[in-house]
């Protein structure tokens, strides 16, 4: 992957290969070039012994585009509903993602795993106290 993401590279792939693609195309260019760095540095943090294919990177910015929406943002910032009067309600589930890394999906997980010839999932190892 190269340093600084192509936008055109980006709609180009998300808008041929992406089925919900309505918050990523109403991003301006500048907020496109922000949800890809932070896509390609996460992507690069996790998974720094694999290679990362530009798909994998367009995959999981699709994703953040949804993620830091208008009203999903509010959500990440604690909000647990809010309504505007004769428009419309809004109430967030208590188990909806949280966290970047939280927001890769299976698609980008499989992108990177056969370019890198492994199965890459989502299971870790967690503590726990007895």
């Not at 600084?4 to 301006?28: H, K």
């Not at 589930?93 to 939280?102: N, R, Y």
């Not at 056969?114 to 299971?123: F, Q, T």
């Amino acid at each position: 992957m190269a340093i600084m993401a192509s936008i055109t590279l980006a709609d180009e792939y998300i808008n041929a290969n992406c089925i919900d693609i309505e918050d990523w195309v109403e991003c301006d260019a500048a907020k496109k070039q922000r949800i890809l760095n932070v896509a390609e540095r996460t992507l690069t943090n996790k998974y720094p012994t694999y290679a990362i294919p530009d798909a994998a990177v367009y995959e999981f910015a699709n994703e953040l585009a949804i993620a830091f929406n208008d009203t999903n943002r509010l959500q990440q910032q604690g909000i647990a509903a809010f309504g505007v009067t004769g428009v419309a309600n809004f109430t967030f589930k208590d188990w909806a993602k949280s966290g970047v890394e939280a927001w890769i999906p299976e698609s980008a997980l499989d992108i990177i795993g056969a370019a890198n010839g492994v199965k890459l999932g989502r299971k870790v190892a967690k503590w726990v106290t007895m």
